[in-house]
């Protein structure tokens, strides 16, 4: 019985990592001369996510808007702030569009995921993402 325990944790050990091992792809948004809203294509699946980030000042309005598979939603994320471990400022969705007076000057960071039920299918996610800057 003590073996079989420990082979049991064992196993749930060596796997882990591979659960943690989700891809994070991160992409600056550049905006073109004399523009100030920028598109950005994308695909990821499952668990991974992209991480778009954006330098802006304080005191602008940035609107995010997110398009292409109904699986794909967005979080956005102040200066300093790190996906997964500080409260996101907003989010959305497909038809679910953000904008908000920015608090603060620094790099934001718009986050790109799924929702866990269909990142457990491993379902592709192709998005268009637009960020405004005014």
């Known amino acids: 019985m003590k073996k079989l325990i420990a082979s049991s944790l064992l196993c749930c050990f060596l796997a882990a990592p591979a659960l943690a091992a989700d891809k994070v792809t991160t992409v600056p948004v550049q905006f073109a001369k004399g523009t100030s809203s920028a598109q950005m294509k994308g695909t990821f699946a499952g668990y991974d996510s992209i991480n778009y980030t954006v330098t802006a000042k304080q005191g602008q309005q940035m609107t995010v808007k997110i398009a292409g598979s109904n699986n794909a939603n967005f979080n956005v994320f102040g200066p300093g702030a790190t996906p997964g471990a500080a409260e996101a400022l907003g989010s959305g969705y497909v038809g679910g569009d953000w904008t908000a007076k920015l608090p603060a ?30």
């Open 105 to 134: 000057s620094g790099k934001y960071t718009v986050q790109v995921f799924q929702t866990r039920a269909t990142a457990r299918k491993g379902s592709k996610v192709p998005h268009t993402l637009t960020v405004s800057v005014k």
